[in-house]
């Protein structure tokens, strides 16, 4: 996905993809990440878990404007299935 | 057969032990960067028309499902009308677990979501089409993407209008 997301970037759009997979990350190097440490199937969060998925689509397009230097993996740290979002 | 069952297995390993995944991804050879393309924001997020682009194998049922039989995965894409009834997205993918994005689509992509923060004016639009890939591409596929299919989208995002583009993996 990082390729694809570097692609998009250097056609001059701002990019921000969610991860779930750090190590990929750190290696493709894509110019925004969203790191969360979910199970893969779930990049948004459990199925109609509306302020789960509400949540983590503002942070990342939060991060398209506050995030200056370009690699910067963002980590909420919200634990999956524990951390209550309101 | 055998090869379904092996492969479900895995799916769930993957899934419920992440440290399969890390050390995989150890291990695994990938395309590794230095430099970090960069383009800024250059207007407030409440005017951008945001774009969705996912690797999660999404695709109408009426077009061709992506190649799941190649170990070195499908390069191309697929392209999904923002406003396309639920009835007519399926997913095609067996390297995931996709039984909860089955149930809803806003586990992989968040169409629903995006309509809400739209309609709250916090961002300015939805961009008219959303990109689907199937992720897991290798060997020979790696250039057709990178050369081919990934700046294809790219360009068409650019004509589609997108001021930004959240992406989503499986």
């Known amino acids: ?86 | 057969m055998l090869r379904d069952v092996v492969n479900r297995a895995a799916v769930q390993l993957f899934k419920r032990v992440p440290w399969i995944g890390e050390q995989w991804a150890r291990h695994h050879r990938f395309v590794e960067a230095t430099t970090v393309p960069w383009a800024p924001m250059r207007i407030p997020l409440g005017e951008a028309v945001v774009a969705l682009v996912t690797t999660a194998g999404v695709h109408l049922a009426t077009d061709p499902p992506f190649d799941m039989d190649d170990p070195d995965g499908d390069p191309s894409f697929r392209i999904v009308p923002a406003d396309a009834a639920r009835d007519t997205i399926t997913i095609t993918h067996k390297y995931y677990d996709h039984s909860a994005a089955d149930r809803d689509l806003n586990v992989v992509v968040p169409v629903d979501r995006l309509r809400e923060l739209r309609d709250a004016g916090r961002i300015g639009g939805i961009a008219p089409r959303i990109y689907s890939f199937m992720g897991h591409v290798d060997g020979a596929h790696l250039p057709v993407l990178i050369e081919r299919t990934a700046p294809d989208v790219a360009a068409r995002l650019v004509a589609d209008g997108a001021g930004a583009v959240f992406l989503t993996p499986a």
């Open chain 1, 1 to 86: 996905m990082g390729l694809v997301q570097r692609a998009i970037e250097a056609h001059g759009i701002p990019t921000i993809g969610v991860t779930l997979q750090k190590a990929v990350t750190r290696k493709v190097k894509p110019p925004r990440a969203l790191y969360l440490r979910y199970p893969f199937g779930h990049p948004m969060g459990e199925a109609f878990n509306v302020a789960q998925q509400r949540a983590i689509l503002m942070t990342a397009l939060d991060g398209l404007v506050t995030i200056t230097e370009p690699g910067t993996i963002l980590e909420p740290g919200w634990a999956w299935r524990r951390h209550r979002f309101t």
